[in-house]
């Protein structure tokens, strides 16, 4: 030790005889620096409650609460974050991981109150002075804590892809979907926004701890087709991702997808849950769809002895019938399909209900029927000329290509629609060689079709003509068909709707073609119902009218699927058969239900 060191404490000695300083006025005069860390304000209409602030706080200063007229819609839990300033040190990391940019700090630090309460706030919601100020610390233009972009999936290019029904989309490596997985933030707001509600974050922090086991498990608790539904659902849960304000949303379907293909079908009995002994009740499930699937799964793990009747020689409703290959490979449907079956659910193929075997006669056998058969009539395009021979629907077209038919469409093909099954049978004619052209009435943003489907259907090839109405179809010379249709133009709605097409006179024109494909939507077709039984199940425009448990006016009638749920994707039918199968079990074992 130094002399100097020995002598340093005596040092500010030398300070007891000068005049003190001090600040006349230490709180008025004292702003902070224009990037100063104050407290914290919030644009709540561009929050979304999903929360990241919450997960990253290392003080857990923050709490999501729920807050006065403010509700849970999509997108949006309808919680906003609460600041504890007995807890925040102002490290900003709240501000730097927020996705939607809402959350920021003011410069101001100084706050005097006598009630210790008002320190914990809910920045934007409950009044203060700094809300509205533009001063404090903002995240910097170009500093991200959250990865915007997707992992890139692997897919085989245009050019290949319309040459074969090979599945475009290859699947993510094990590195590639644990990276993709490491940006979920766990937010949930895509559980609330599933169907189904499956567990979204806890089947991806699966992938994140490389636990397939544990990941199918997840998946299996609200969802018992993964493997079909990991490549088509409808991913609505994406469109709702807190990360997709950042950029793009999590490739949530292609990492449910992983988790499956990683585990082989034999293996699933030591990693699943098993089905309960027979409880001595039977149940019927008419139609081998998603629903049916689903409805028969749950059952069956309650204890029921279950057995599915379907009219078409395999399983799997419209994921095997309405959904080419390219997009769902079979040998993946029949992944899902077998697992139930080996669970000890019958499924009886070639079984028309009505022809085969009468409605009553399975009524009468069983404790409970759920039906879910679907939407298997075509809509036609009602104009002249449609019953020429050329005009084939868009399911007829697939499920030709499902039994092995060749279509025979031609070298020139008009798909009019804007739906999925008019992009599958676009796509299909591609891959048949055919030019193709796709006549859609309204604009493109209106169009049903996944964006997706939009987009590939566009890449490999096919022309895409929006505000064009059909107007009659004759008999071509060189062609099969001729097909006539008018320009339309956009009728806004009085009442808020969506706009209508409306016919520009004098703006006629024609495509010559080989194959007109109308793919414009399906009804149902209930005509196997008995007539006793009919009158007691109430309809409105064509679908079945339910409770909250599925149950229709029959109360040993239960139903799900597209023929009652309006959202019309395999996820909602698998979330419809989920809730059937807990219908039927409260109506066959609660007292006063049967």
């Known amino acids: 030790m130094s002399l100097k060191d020995l002598a340093a404490p005596f040092t500010v000695w030398k300070r007891a005889f000068e005049k003190p300083y001090t600040q006349i006025k230490p709180i008025e005069e004292r702003p902070g620096a224009e990037r100063y860390r104050g407290f914290h304000i919030n644009d709540t209409d561009k929050c979304i409650g999903c929360g990241t602030c919450e997960s990253v706080c290392q003080n857990e200063a923050i709490d999501l609460v729920p807050v006065t007229e403010r509700e849970t819609r999509h997108g949006d839990s309808g919680l906003r974050p609460k600041i504890d300033y007995g807890r925040c040190c102002w490290c900003a990391l709240c501000v730097d991981i927020c996705p939607t940019s809402s959350l920021g700090m003011s410069n101001e630090y100084i706050w005097i109150d006598e009630d210790p309460e008002v320190f914990r706030f809910v920045p934007g919601e409950d009044e203060t002075s700094w809300q509205t100020s533009d001063k404090g610390y903002r995240r910097a233009e170009g500093y991200e804590l959250l990865e915007g972009e997707r992992v890139p999936m692997p897919m085989l290019s245009f050019e290949e892809s319309r040459k074969s029904f090979v599945e475009m989309v290859q699947g993510y490596s094990r590195e590639q979907a644990i990276a993709e997985a490491d940006r979920c933030v766990a937010c949930g707001i895509c559980i609330a926004t599933c169907p189904a509600h499956m567990d979204v974050p806890a089947y991806i922090d699966a992938i994140r701890r490389d636990d397939m086991e544990d990941g199918l498990r997840i998946v299996y608790q609200a969802n018992p087709l993964p493997a079909s539904c990991g490549r088509v659902c409808s991913h609505a849960c994406e469109y709702v991702c807190a990360v997709k304000h950042k950029g793009e949303a999590l490739s949530i379907r292609w990492l449910k997808r992983y988790i499956v293909d990683q585990i082989y079908l034999g293996d699933y009995r030591g990693v699943l849950e098993s089905a309960e002994n027979q409880n001595g009740k039977k149940v019927a499930v ?144 591609r891959r048949y060689g055919a030019e193709v052209t796709i006549l859609y009435r309204r604009r493109e943003e209106d169009m049903p079709a996944d964006e997706e489907e939009i987009h590939e259907s566009r890449g490999e090839g096919c022309r895409l003509l929006t505000q064009a109405i059909p107007l009659r179809l004759e008999k071509g010379e060189t062609t099969r068909l001729k097909l006539y249709w008018g320009k339309a133009e956009m009728i806004p709605d009085p009442e808020g709707g969506r706009p209508r097409p409306q016919l520009i006179e004098g703006s006629e024109e024609m495509i010559e073609c080989d194959t007109v494909i109308p793919a414009i939507g399906q009804q149902a077709d209930y005509a196997f119902l008995p007539e006793e039984i009919s009158a007691k199940i109430s309809f409105k425009r064509g679908m079945v009218q339910i409770n909250e448990y599925r149950q229709t006016g029959d109360t040993k009638i239960f139903a799900g699927g597209d023929i009652a749920n309006r959202k019309r994707d395999a996820i909602s039918a698998i979330a419809d058969g989920h809730s059937a199968a807990k219908g039927i079990d409260i109506f066959l074992t609660t007292p006063g239900k049967n």
């Open 286 to 429: 008419i139609g081998s769809g998603p629903g049916g699937l689903a409805a028969a799964y749950y059952l069956r793990l309650l204890g029921y002895e279950v057995r599915i009747f379907d009219a078409n020689e395999k399983a799997g409703g419209m994921l095997r019938y309405g959904i080419p290959e390219y997009r769902l490979p079979y040998d993946q449907v029949d992944k899902d399909i077998e697992y139930i079956r080996s669970l000890g659910v019958e499924i009886h193929q070639n079984v028309r209900i009505g022809v085969d075997i009468p409605f009553r006669e399975i009524y009468d056998d069983n404790d409970a029927v759920f039906f879910s058969t679907g939407l298997t009539d075509p809509y036609g395009l009602d104009i002249a000329g449609e019953d020429l021979p050329g005009v084939i629907s868009g399911l007829k077209i697939l499920d030709d290509v499902t039994d092995g038919r060749d279509p025979e469409v031609g070298k020139s093909v008009v798909v009019v629609g804007g739906g999925n099954v008019a992009m599958d049978a676009a796509r299909t004619s």
